[in-house]
């Protein structure tokens, strides 16, 4: 079951399984309501997942697909590829991550991986995550600092982040302030790049769709 909001990327997901005589992809699902129902039809073996769609979070989704089957493969497919990312995932119960810069072919291996070990995490740079984890030495964020940056690296101005975030512009204005002191910047881009190399983000997430 492919599970993301942007038509291409679903088309690109559904070539790149039906050159793989191991799966049969069962349906395709834009939102999390359209997810539950899908699931609920088709009891697939693998979900691939994007982590944000348009009525809620695919974590949020991949958690409920968890509680409901033990034994479903869960991977998460996601432009944003950094650690607080990586841990939702492992804390959903998924059984891969995988950023969306990766090639098809890994994310048909992470849904073979899914498949035959549902329970078993895995994702690229799990170790050096785990360390950092376990060691921070870069900025620490609030959550909603972090849902914030996220959407600056999606290119929204302050109006659009307020919105999506059902926010005031004021507090969305602090927030952003008090991301950039964090990450020691003064503008939008020296606050990616802060962030990047802090590994809250992987890079090339600016302006794409996630």
């Keep these: 079951m492919l ?27 834009a939102t999390v309501a359209e997810a539950h129902k899908l699931a609920e ?19 949020e989704l991949a958690q409920k697909l ?23 995932a ?52 609030t959550r909603r600092e972090r849902e914030v940056l996220d959407l600056l690296a999606d290119g929204l101005g302050v109006s659009s982040i307020a919105r999506k975030l059902y926010i005031s512009e004021s507090t969305t204005k602090t927030h952003v302030s008090k991301l950039y002191d964090k990450l020691n910047a003064s503008n939008r881009a020296q606050a990616i790049m802060a962030a990047v190399r802090a590994g809250l983000l992987s890079n090339g997430e600016e302006g794409q769709p996630g």
Excluded: C, W
Excluded at 69 to 84: E, H, K, P, S
Excluded at 119 to 136: I, K, N, T
């Design 3 to 29: 599970v993301d909001d942007h038509e291409l990327i679903r088309q690109g997901l559904r070539r790149a399984f039906e050159r793989d005589a191991g799966f049969t992809v069962v349906g395709e699902a």
């Design 41 to 59: 039809a088709t009891q697939p073996t693998v979900a691939v997942i994007d982590i944000r769609l348009p009525d809620g979070s695919g974590l």
């Design 66 to 88: 968890r509680q409901h089957r033990g034994d479903i493969g869960l991977v998460i497919l996601t432009m944003y590829a950094g650690d607080d990312h990586l841990f939702g």
């Design 90 to 141: 492992l804390d959903a119960g998924a059984s891969a991550f995988v950023p969306k810069s990766s090639p098809s072919d890994d994310v048909v291996a992470a849904a073979r991986h899914a498949a035959t070990a549902p329970s078993a995490f895995v994702a690229d740079g799990l170790a050096e995550a785990m360390q950092r984890r376990l060691h921070p030495t870069g900025p620490q964020l």
